[in-house]
């Protein structure tokens, strides 16, 4: 598989190539599902297109709460179907699919009662790791184990005394959801799909009651195409409603959006050697390290305002506190939290009233000839969703197509990640990086590490880190624009890299380098360099704003005083 590059160049080939000739496959929407869908028919040898609207998993797969993991509390529901599924997933991508994306996390369970809680709640995490095992897939994690309070306190020091009689650890898997999504589209890129970001759908085409492609308009040229499909696949999220409206259907199910906020803060702010998951009165609340901080979620409430910025509230931020400090022993405060980000569930809507209880299943339909929607569902099964969805649509097409393959397809970059770790040290040594850097990248890239660091061979300059935000190489911004589809600032700060919430400025000191480093790569002037940082810097004051209001009303007001960078009309 020849690696294939996202720049500005194979975007406008992509869309012009989509325009020239009938699709056997056009995915409409570019977070994890629509990406894994292009990635499974382009796999299977169709001609397949991806369109999305805005940035590579801009909307809810950027925003999640960076998890792998089978859904623990889903067992309580007696939904073991769908964590025997997602389990399975786990270890699949663990271990074959994206090694150099998603790795192990531990998490301690305080136990609050003596006796029945302990074997209660061990039950359930043995039956978990019981079915990870059977799954075929899940020996790479380490099983569960049960702790003293003592023992428990040695781990997680940060714990209160009186919050916990014992504990109970087991593992789950984590990853940069934002990254994943992109590597999926240069995946399927590389297997021959076309795909563009920034391309938005404004209408379907129409021969009598079939769909048979999509007008989409160039957000960036202004330039709008008609891409022509034998079968179009909307995995639009919690946008399907609206996508469906284009047609003039109301569809079959109906998606409802369940608004999660997470905090971040620093590392040193609470002292542990694993994450926590806590139980609240409506869900589950977790703390999960990531990399030089941690990241705290999730709320859990309704939403049916903005879809493109959900906003968090100060009730929100307060919520969230209130219930980890319940637990610390150092409580923490406003002052600590660097970053806060909001995102939107999509939950298929009419199973339950309280969206903490929505099902986490997905759900296929054909509504109409030449049209399949999927919906639902959760990250870490992805695949999965993709694969249903091109099952569907394959029955449109009047030709045998192949079965599914995408469980025997690695990710670009997992090919030689293993190698490449093991030889950590020389390549540290070969480039003048220190090795931790070393590290760091091959767990954000892997093997496609050595094609950044030819940018940095090529010029040493870009081997420097950014100055407000050294956890980064001035390399990994060029690389964005010129690899993995970045077009905007805000694509790079929040979505290739995690400035936005990894810094206490939310990227704002980073955000003028950032944009000089962009411009050679994008053929930018001075004045849209400027352009580019004033609207970063107008984003970031008004989800500021955002954060200081009492309620959601209030809140999405402000954060809707800044407009996008390209307004979709």
């Known amino acids: 598989m020849k690696t294939a590059t996202l720049g500005p160049a194979q975007r406008a080939q992509a869309l012009t190539r989509m325009a020239e000739h009938e699709l056997d496959l056009l995915v409409v929407g570019g977070g994890v599902v629509g990406a894994g869908t292009a990635l499974d028919a382009a796999t299977r040898g169709l001609d397949t297109g991806l369109v999305e609207a805005r940035d590579w998993a801009s909307g809810t797969s950027s925003r999640s709460s960076k998890l792998i993991h089978g859904g623990l509390r889903y067992l309580e529901m007696l939904d073991f179907a769908l964590v025997r599924e997602a389990l399975k997933e786990r270890g699949l991508l663990l271990q074959r699919l994206a090694p150099h994306l998603v790795r192990p996390v531990p998490f301690l369970y305080p136990l609050r009662h003596r006796g029945w809680e302990r074997f209660y709640a061990g039950s359930g995490v043995a039956l978990y790791d019981g079915m990870s095992v059977s799954s075929g897939h899940g020996r790479g994690l380490p099983v569960h184990r049960h702790l003293s309070r003592r023992r428990a306190l040695r781990v997680a020091p940060c714990l209160r005394k009186d919050a916990l009689v014992g504990a109970l650890q087991y593992y789950d898997?984590?990853?940069?959801?934002?990254?994943?999504?992109?590597?999926?589209?240069?995946?399927?890129?590389?297997?021959?799909?076309?795909?563009?970001?920034?391309?938005?759908?404004?209408?379907?085409?129409?021969?009598?009651?079939?769909?048979?492609?999509?007008?989409?308009?160039?957000?960036?040229?202004?330039?709008?195409?008609?891409?022509?499909?034998?079968?179009?696949?909307?995995?639009?999220?919690?946008?399907?409603?609206?996508?469906?409206?284009?047609i003039g259907e109301r569809g079959q199910f109906h998606v409802r959006a369940s608004k999660g906020i997470h905090l971040v803060v620093p590392k040193d702010r609470i002292h542990s050697t694993t994450g926590l998951i806590l139980?609240?009165?409506?869900?589950?609340?977790?703390?999960?390290?990531?990399?030089?901080?941690?990241?705290?979620?999730?709320?859990?409430?309704?939403?049916?305002?903005?879809?493109?910025?959900?906003?968090?509230?100060?009730?929100?931020?307060?919520?969230?506190?209130?219930?980890?400090?319940?637990?610390?022993?150092?409580?923490?405060?406003?002052?600590?939290?660097?970053?806060?980000?909001?995102?939107?569930?999509?939950?298929?809507?009419?199973?339950?009233?309280?969206?903490?209880?929505?099902?986490?299943?997905?759900?296929?339909?054909?509504?109409?000839?030449?049209?399949?929607?999927?919906?639902?569902?959760?990250?870490t099964t992805y695949r999965v969703m993709a694969k249903d969805a091109v099952d569907e649509a394959v029955h449109g097409l009047d030709a045998r197509v192949a079965e599914c393959v995408?469980?025997?397809?690695?990710?670009?970059?997992?090919?030689?990640?293993?190698?490449?770790?093991?030889?950590?040290?020389?390549?540290?040594?070969?480039?003048?990086?220190?090795?931790?850097?070393?590290?760091?990248?091959?767990?954000?890239?892997?093997?496609?590490?050595?094609?950044?660091?030819?940018?940095?061979?090529?010029?040493?300059?870009?081997?420097?880190?950014?100055?407000?935000a050294d956890d980064y190489l001035r390399a990994e911004v060029v690389y964005a624009c010129t690899h993995e589809g970045a077009r905007h600032l805000d694509d790079v700060l929040t979505r290739r890299t995690r400035i936005s919430i990894e810094t206490f400025d939310r990227g704002t000191r980073s955000a003028r380098e950032a944009a000089e480093l962009m411009a050679p790569a994008l053929g930018w002037d001075g004045a849209q360099v400027e352009r580019e940082v004033a609207h970063?810097?107008?984003?970031?004051?008004?989800?500021?704003?955002?954060?200081?209001?009492?309620d959601d009303l209030t809140a999405d007001a402000a954060r809707l005083g800044a407009p996008d960078i390209v307004p979709l009309t």
Request: charged share 25%; aromatic share 6%; with cysteine.
């Open 536 to 550: 970063y810097e107008k984003r970031v004051e008004a989800e500021r704003e955002s954060q200081r209001q009492p």
């Open 279 to 379: 139980r609240t009165e409506k869900s589950v609340l977790f703390v999960i390290p990531w990399g030089r901080h941690w990241i705290i979620g999730t709320t859990d409430t309704d939403w049916d305002l903005d879809k493109a910025h959900p906003a968090a509230s100060s009730a929100d931020i307060d919520y969230l506190l209130e219930h980890v400090n319940a637990v610390l022993a150092t409580p923490l405060t406003r002052d600590d939290v660097e970053g806060v980000y909001a995102g939107l569930r999509p939950l298929l809507a009419g199973e339950s009233d309280a969206t903490s209880k929505l099902s986490r299943e997905h759900t296929v339909a054909h509504p109409v000839p030449g049209l399949v929607v999927v919906a639902g569902g959760k990250y």
């Open 173 to 246: 898997a984590q990853m940069d959801d934002a990254r994943y999504v992109m590597t999926l589209v240069r995946t399927a890129a590389a297997y021959g799909a076309h795909c563009a970001n920034r391309a938005r759908v404004v209408g379907f085409l129409r021969e009598g009651e079939r769909v048979v492609g999509a007008r989409v308009e160039d957000a960036e040229g202004g330039v709008t195409y008609e891409v022509r499909a034998r079968q179009v696949v909307n995995a639009t999220g919690v946008w399907t409603d609206d996508t469906q409206a284009l």
């Open 406 to 468: 995408t469980e025997n397809v690695p990710l670009a970059g997992a090919e030689g990640y293993q190698a490449l770790w093991n030889a950590r040290a020389r390549i540290a040594a070969r480039t003048g990086l220190h090795v931790v850097r070393v590290e760091h990248l091959l767990n954000r890239y892997g093997a496609l590490t050595e094609e950044l660091l030819e940018l940095v061979v090529a010029d040493p300059d870009l081997g420097r880190p950014l100055a407000a």
